[in-house]
T-cell receptor
Framework: KAGVTQTPRYLIKTRGQQVTLSCSPISGHRSVSWYQQTPGQGLQFLFEYFSETQRNKGNFPGRFSGRQFSNSRSEMNVSTLELGDSALYLC??????????????FGPGTRLTVL | DQQVKQNSPSLSVQEGRISILNCDYTNSMFDYFLWYKKYPAEGPTFLISISSIKDKNEDGRFTVFLNKSAKHLSLHIVPSQPGDSAVYFCAASRGYQGAQKLVFGQGTRLTINP
């Protein structure tokens, strides 16, 4: 079974631009979560989508947004990019959005560099 | 406020010996704990998990122990192999509504020496 895929793998943008990252979950998984990894803050939860609805949200500004499509694929968008947005953005999928024993499986990430 | 802490940024172990990675948490509402392994420029790979109703879970060379009273969990790898060299993250989640919101520790870099 194919794993979580993320596109693009690498991205370079300049301050003020916006960016859209894409994530395709494991087949049959309906929940998609996004995380940001930076050297200073570690891995931090951004938000989670299930059945096209945002179910959980982390402590990030409104410049960070996302959506989920009917086929469970998800996109996240960052507007008005700042230098501090440079990070590895990870997507994780799981079967459901309930039951705390539902394991999340991660994609390889998108490395975003903001110049 | 760091709710999940891995106090050892690095650990070096000889091949064949036991590796013990530790993790502490502060939020008593956490009820599911996971360990992930991560190589540079890759996403975390799930290793093993444990529910708060258990105190031990084994999967091959990997065993996770949970001490709820101490709010402490540990990952034991026996025997350690060179391919185990990576950064290990401990993560926790709470309850039904927040189940997909994993809170991660800062990671421990494990190096297995031949």
């Amino acid at each position: 079974k194919a794993g979580v895929t993320q596109t693009p793998r690498y991205l370079i943008k300049t301050r003020g631009q916006q960016v859209t990252l894409s994530c395709s979950p494991i087949s049959g998984h309906r929940s998609v979560s996004w995380y940001q990894q930076t050297p200073g803050q570690g891995l931090q939860f951004l938000f989670e989508y299930f059945s096209e609805t945002q179910r959980n949200k982390g402590n990030f500004p409104g410049r960070f947004s996302g959506r989920q499509f009917s086929n469970s694929r998800s996109e996240m968008n960052v507007s008005t990019l700042e230098l501090g947005d440079s990070a590895l953005y990870l997507c994780a999928s799981s079967r459901t959005s309930g039951g705390s024993t539902d394991t999340q499986y991660f994609g390889p990430g998108t490395r975003l560099t903001v110049l | 406020d760091q709710q999940v802490k891995q106090n050892s940024p690095s650990l070096s172990v000889q091949e064949g010996r036991i590796s013990i990675l530790n993790c502490d948490y502060t939020n008593s509402m956490f009820d599911y704990f996971l360990w992930y392994k991560k190589y540079p420029a890759e996403g975390p790979t799930f290793l093993i998990s444990i529910s708060s109703i258990k105190d031990k879970n084994e999967d091959g060379r990997f065993t996770v122990f949970l001490n709820k009273s101490a709010k402490h969990l540990s990952l034991h790898i026996v025997p350690s192999q060179p391919g185990d060299s990576a950064v290990y993250f401990c993560a926790a989640s709470r309850g039904y509504q927040g189940a997909q919101k994993l809170v991660f520790g800062q990671g421990t870099r494990l190096t297995i020496n031949p």
